[in-house]
Structure formats: structure tokens, C-alpha cells
């Protein structure tokens, strides 16, 4: 919403995504290995995995909010792909800052972590 005395935004509306839209991900070059994300880069931080969505975000975007971007790499999923993941969900989570923020939840056990590198693919490498 907009406060029309200040043009503020003081949140967002939470939308419905639709599984054929794609996520994006911030991941810190200490989470790879030979180029690739490593199963330990897939954790849950508060309510879920932390995610952009696409249709408000693009990977260069995602990829500045990260206090090193230098350091950093994005990734990218199929929110279908992610909800095919037993027990793992997809909720739209917009904060005032990020009205793209996205969690992933659900237990990321070595299971899901694992589907989690394979489903993934680099739209920005990592350094």
C-alpha cells in the first residue's frame, strides 16, 4: 500500500505464484565447488529459504542486495520444480525493501538439499 501523504510504500500484497515462473538466489562463493552450488548452500534462514522472485526481480537485482555481490552468484528455479520437491513450498513474502522476497519452506534435510542442486542453474557464475 501507498501512504498518499508520503508515496511510502509500508508493504506489499502477497500474490499467488504460479508454477510456471522462476525464482532467483543469492549464493556466496563459499557455498560452491568446482563452479557448482554445494547441498549446504540450500538452508532455511527464519521462515524459509530466501528467494526473489522473477517477475519482480531480475538476477542482477537479486544479486546487489547481497552485501558482497563481488562474492556472490545467482541462481535459478522452476517454481514447479521446487514444489515437486516433497514437503518444500513456495509462498510470495514481499518485505518493504524487497517486494520479491520469496521463501522456500520446509525441512531442507541432505534429501532436499540434493534435488535442490539439481533442479538449479546459474544465471549469474559465482567468482
Given at each position: 500500500m501507498v501512504d498518499e501523504s508520503s508515496d511510502i510504500?509500508?508493504?506489499?500484497p502477497?500474490?499467488?505464484?504460479?508454477?510456471?515462473?522462476?525464482?532467483?538466489?543469492?549464493?556466496?562463493?563459499q557455498w560452491t565447488r568446482d563452479g557448482n552450488p554445494i547441498p549446504g548452500a540450500f538452508q532455511n534462514r527464519g521462515k524459509g529459504m530466501s528467494t526473489d522472485w522473477a517477475r519482480y526481480s531480475?538476477?542482477?537485482?537479486?544479486?546487489?542486495?547481497a552485501k558482497k555481490p563481488d562474492e556472490n552468484g545467482v541462481l535459478k528455479f522452476s517454481v514447479g520444480e521446487v514444489r515437486a520437491i516433497p514437503n518444500?513450498?513456495?509462498?510470495?513474502?514481499?518485505?518493504?525493501?524487497?517486494?520479491a522476497h520469496t521463501d522456500v519452506s520446509g525441512i531442507k534435510d541432505e534429501d532436499v538439499r540434493l534435488k535442490l542442486t539439481r533442479i538449479c542453474k546459474w544465471v549469474i557464475d559465482p567468482p
Open positions: 510504500v509500508d508493504s506489499w502477497q500474490e499467488p505464484i504460479p508454477d510456471e515462473d522462476k525464482l532467483f538466489m543469492r549464493v556466496h562463493c531480475t538476477p542482477t537485482e537479486t544479486l546487489n542486495r518444500q513450498t513456495v509462498e510470495h513474502t514481499p518485505i518493504i525493501i524487497n517486494r
